[in-house]
Structure formats: structure tokens, C-alpha cells
């Protein structure tokens, strides 16, 4: 028999502890005899006036079950406290900070309007929703429309924010610019293109900015741009035959960068200067909507260094037109924005974003576009042959008729259409932020003074309207019904006083493109439904690849 210890004990601890004692210390006891260690245990409990252990087989085996359930709690405890603690705090920590989130956020709504905000959520503390936005794309926004419908908050880019669709709301929130609203975009995009762009300007600085932007693109520029295009986008087709297999996306931007530079910067470069400076041009664009943190390593700080070295370009420019004048035979966009800072319009600062934010407008857009037009018109030959006839009919179908014009190309209706079409079903910018000047009500939603408003081109094309059946088909030829409303809904170029400044010079390249590669070539591509990624702009995350050969 085992000595006792002098107190029996009097909790499930003390039990254990002695149990583990008795286990691990005494030799004395056999602990696969379990009656010998239950007996050892019942005399240290039972009350002294119990009889004999022998005569109490009953509580023995009352016990045995007793010190089962201890060593099962015992295993718990343990498993509680070393395993599910230190998962379980961290998690509910998280949901206790997410839901202080919410409801620090929600403080943030008017509290003198009675109505309520729109529904949704704002994801984590700090970073809100960006980072689901910025790896989900698309996805991101569909999810949310089809939970949450055509108004909802979210929290984006370091801002609470109420995403608007369709086009009525949308239409509001243009025509609402300086009095309900003012630009805002991400301070990530705000600090890339700078102050003395028309994106991070309001008010009158706007309206100067934008008037001095008039000149560069009236319709004397364009018929002058349109000769450069042409003859641009004429070499770099027959290059794409001569190389056959290309990849159409990264070509497409290589073709519009170069539109770019040359018709609004007049910056010729060769092949090395023009692969060097689309690489800091990739890097400039791809930060655009970053976290707003300087830090290296981080997109933003990446941008920033990139924009420096476009705006070192953009200077070098300035000063050798200042010097010896255009080098061209027609005047390119910075010549006539240059020659407005004569009258004291824009500072040479202003000119530099202005120029800079010209290439950033300019070129991915178009680019993306001009990649849904290849797209489109692989997968509708019927559109193809349409635009051969229409080319007939204007006696240009031969890929060497001399220059085109700008009457000619207003006059092609139906090319115009294909254009429009392909800019409605995958619009280059999927939609613009303003912050809210004063609160005010969409469908019984308030939407308070101070936060994001963000308007979506590209929800609102999707989701079509009673004008717009079918809006996933390419149709061209809807907008023959359609054209005199079209502002109902074709929101594309955005509208209001920010609408797109160089609307008319984008539709000039897309309907030079579409015509020549038309009339000129041929080409397949192997993937005609590629993934889409939507930043910066919509583009195949494939990056198209095809195979182009001669008409002839
Ligand atoms: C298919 C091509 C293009 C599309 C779909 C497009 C679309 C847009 C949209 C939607 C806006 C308004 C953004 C907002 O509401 O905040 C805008 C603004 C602007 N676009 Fe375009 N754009 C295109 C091409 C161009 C081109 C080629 C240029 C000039 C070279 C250009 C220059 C501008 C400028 C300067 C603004 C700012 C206007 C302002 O703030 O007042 N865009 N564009």
C-alpha cells in the first residue's frame, strides 16, 4: 500500500496532480494495475468514516469512471489552452476590429440626412476592400453588383466609397461636377499625374486647362494628326504581317505609345528608346492605383520614380522645341498647349502633367480598344465583311489608296459604329471617382458630403438598359436606331465637364485601325475567349496572341 498524502485531495487539480505524481514518481505503484492505483486514490478521498475499500466496489467503480472524465477534462484544458487560444484570439481579434471598422466608418455617414447609406461593406481595418479589388479585378465588382445591386458602399484605395450604376445615377453624378461634386481620384493617381494635370485640377483651374487642351485637339489638329496616324499605323501593320505571329496586345500598345508620342510630344525615337521609355511608361501606369504609401518596394514609390523620368523626357522636349521649334512638318499637341503658355495660360510645369497625363490617357485606352476591335472582329465575320462593303462603296478598299481625311472618315457610318460598339462592350476606363461636395439622395440612399463617389462606365454597359437589349452581343448596328440618344447610353468617354478631352483623336485612331487592318490583312488568334484583366485598362491577361498575313 501507498502512503497517502496527509490532505486527501479536494479539487479535480489536486487530483490530477497527485494522479501524475503517483505516475510518474512512485515505483511502488504498477500503473497498469488500476485497481492497485484506484485504491491508492479512494483511500486518500473516501471520508475516514467510509468502511473498507473492498466492501465499496460500488464507489470503486463510481471512481474509476470519475478519474476518466478528469483525465478527458484534463486532456481539454490543455488542448483549449496550448491549441485553441492562440488560434482562436487572433481571429476574434480580427472580427472585433473589422466590426469597429464598420461601425467607424458608418459614423462617418451625415448625420443630418435621415436616410440611410447604402448597403455593403468595408472589409478590413486600413486596407478596406483594395486588396479583394486589386487580386479579384473584375470579379471583384460583379460579386458586389450581384449582392448588393446597382448603389453600394465599399471601402477603396484609403477612402470609404459609394459605387454607382446605371445610367441615370451616373448621369447625375457628371452633371453634378463643381456643384454636388469634384474630382477625386486615388492619392495614388492624384500624386503620378501630378498637380498641374486636368485630372488633379477644379474649379477654374480646370476649365483653363481644358480650354487650352480645345486647340490641340480642334478639328484643324485632327485633320493634321490624321495623316501621322495613318501613315503609323499603315508601317506597323505590314510589320505585324512581315513577323507573323505576334502578341496583339503589347503590339496594340506599342502602336498607340508611339501615336502618342509622336502626334502629341513630337518625340520620334527608335526601337531601343522606344522599348526603354514603355517600360517606365508600364511601371507609371501599373501604380496608378496603389496603396497610398511612399515606401520602397511599394507601387507607389515605383510610379513616382517612373514618372519622374517621363517628365525628365517630356521637359527635354519642351526645351528643344523652345529652342528650334516643331521638327515636324505639323504642329504635335505640346507645340499648340506651348504656344497657349505664350499667352500666360499654362505654366511649363502645367505643360509637362498635362503632356504626361496626355500620354496616359492617350495611349492605354486606345490600346485596349484597338485589341477588343481585333477581338471583335475575329469573332464576328459578318462585321468584317460589312466594312469591306462600306469600304467599296467609298472606293477604298485597296490598302494603297493614298491618305485619308477626315470628311471621309466621318462619313463611314458604319466603321464609326463598329468602334463605338467595341468601346461600349469593353469600355478602356471603367469609370471615374469624385468626392461628394455637399450629401445628397440616390434611390432613397444618402450619399454623404466628404466621401468617394465612384461612377462605373463598365457595370452600367454590362448591365444594358430598355434601349440596349442583349448589351454581351456586338452589334454594330444598334446604334443606327440609337444615335440621336446616345448619350442614354453610351457613357464610354465619361461626360459633363470632365469629359474625355481627346474623345474625337481616340476615335480617329480606332477608325484608322479598323479600316486598315480590314483592308490590308488577315489573321486568326488561338484564344478568341482570353481571361480578361481590367487594370489599368481591359486587356486578354494572354496578351492576344495571332497570326497576321497580307490580304494579298
Ligand atoms: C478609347 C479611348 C478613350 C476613352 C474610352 C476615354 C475615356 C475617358 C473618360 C471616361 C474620361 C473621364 C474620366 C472622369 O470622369 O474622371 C476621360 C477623361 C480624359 N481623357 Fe479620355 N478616353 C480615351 C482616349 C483619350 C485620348 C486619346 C486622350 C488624349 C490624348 C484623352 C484625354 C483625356 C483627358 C485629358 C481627360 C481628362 C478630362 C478632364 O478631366 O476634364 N482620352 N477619358
Known amino acids: 500500500m501507498v502512503n497517502c498524502p496527509k490532505t486527501p485531495p479536494h479539487n479535480i487539480n489536486t487530483l490530477v496532480e497527485s494522479l501524475l505524481y503517483l505516475k510518474l514518481k512512485t515505483n511502488k505503484c504498477d500503473m497498469t494495475d488500476s485497481s492497485i492505483f484506484i485504491r491508492y486514490n479512494m483511500e486518500c478521498l473516501i471520508p475516514p468514516n467510509c468502511s473498507s475499500l473492498t466492501e465499496n466496489n460500488g464507489v470503486i467503480e463510481e471512481f474509476n469512471t470519475f478519474t476518466t472524465v478528469f483525465f478527458v477534462q484534463f486532456a481539454l484544458v490543455r488542448l483549449i489552452k496550448e491549441l485553441l487560444i492562440p488560434l482562436i484570439t487572433p481571429v476574434l481579434l480580427t472580427v472585433i476590429c473589422c466590426h469597429l471598422w464598420e461601425v467607424y466608418n458608418d459614423c462617418q455617414r451625415d448625420s443630418k440626412s435621415n436616410l440611410p447609406l447604402p448597403p455593403g461593406g468595408y472589409g478590413f481595418p486600413v486596407f478596406g476592400e483594395t486588396l479583394g479589388f486589386l487580386i479579384q479585378g473584375k470579379a471583384f465588382f460583379d460579386k458586389r453588383r450581384e ?75 485632327l485633320e493634321e494628326y490624321t495623316k501621322v496616324v495613318q501613315s503609323i499605323t499603315k508601317d506597323c501593320i505590314e510589320h505585324w504581317c512581315t513577323k507573323r505571329n505576334i502578341l496583339a496586345h503589347q503590339e496594340s500598345k506599342s502602336l498607340t505609345f508611339e501615336i502618342a508620342c509622336r502626334v502629341l510630344l513630337g518625340i520620334k525615337m527608335n526601337k531601343v528608346e522606344k522599348t526603354e521609355l514603355l517600360g517606365h511608361f508600364d511601371t507609371f501606369l501599373s501604380n496608378l492605383f496603389s496603396l497610398p504609401m511612399q515606401i520602397p518596394g511599394l507601387g507607389l514609390y515605383k510610379g513616382l520614380k517612373a514618372r519622374t523620368v517621363l517628365l525628365n523626357k517630356i521637359g527635354e522636349c519642351i526645351q528643344k522645341k523652345e529652342k528650334h521649334g516643331s521638327c515636324d512638318a505639323f504642329q504635335d499637341a505640346l507645340s499648340l498647349l506651348m504656344d497657349m503658355s505664350g499667352t500666360g495660360r499654362l505654366s511649363v510645369t502645367e505643360i509637362k502633367d498635362v503632356g504626361l497625363e496626355l500620354l496616359f490617357a492617350g495611349h492605354e485606352t486606345t490600346a485596349s480598344a484597338t485589341v477588343t476591335i481585333i477581338l471583335q472582329l475575329t469573332k464576328n465575320k459578318d462585321v468584317v465583311s460589312k466594312i469591306e462593303e462600306e469600304l467599296k462603296s467609298f472606293g477604298l478598299s485597296q490598302s494603297n489608296y493614298g491618305d485619308l481625311n477626315l470628311e471621309i472618315l466621318n462619313k463611314m457610318k ?115 475567349n482570353p481571361r480578361m484583366k481590367i487594370l489599368p485598362v481591359p486587356h486578354p491577361a494572354d496578351d492576344l496572341p495571332a497570326t497576321f498575313t497580307r490580304k494579298d
Open 147 to 221: 449582392k448588393f445591386g446597382t448603389l453600394y458602399k465599399t471601402h477603396l484605395l484609403g477612402k470609404p466609397t459609394i459605387r454607382v450604376i446605371g445610367v441615370q445615377n451616373v448621369k447625375r453624378i457628371l452633371a453634378g461636377e463643381n456643384d454636388l461634386v469634384t474630382a477625386q481620384w486615388p492619392t495614388s493617381t492624384k500624386l503620378l499625374l501630378g498637380d498641374g494635370s486636368l485630372t488633379g485640377s477644379g474649379g477654374n483651374i480646370h476649365n483653363l486647362r481644358k480650354k487650352a487642351l480645345f486647340k490641340a485637339f480642334s478639328n484643324t489638329a
Open 414 to 528: 458604319y466603321l464609326s459604329n463598329v468602334v463605338k460598339e467595341a468601346i461600349r462592350i469593353t469600355p478602356p476606363i471603367g469609370g471615374g471617382y469624385r468626392k461628394v461636395l455637399k450629401t445628397f439622395e440616390i434611390d432613397g440612399y444618402q450619399i454623404p458630403e466628404g466621401w468617394t463617389v465612384a461612377y462605373s462606365i463598365r457595370d452600367t454597359h454590362e448591365l444594358g438598359n430598355e434601349l440596349v437589349l442583349n448589351p454581351d452581343k456586338f452589334e454594330p448596328d444598334r446604334w443606327d436606331s440609337l444615335q440621336r440618344r446616345d448619350n442614354e447610353h453610351f457613357l464610354a468617354f465619361g461626360g459633363g465637364r470632365r469629359g474625355c478631352a481627346g474623345k474625337q483623336f481616340a476615335l480617329l485612331i480606332l477608325k484608322i485601325f479598323a479600316l486598315e487592318i480590314v483592308r490590308s490583312c488577315q489573321w486568326t488568334i488561338s484564344n478568341i
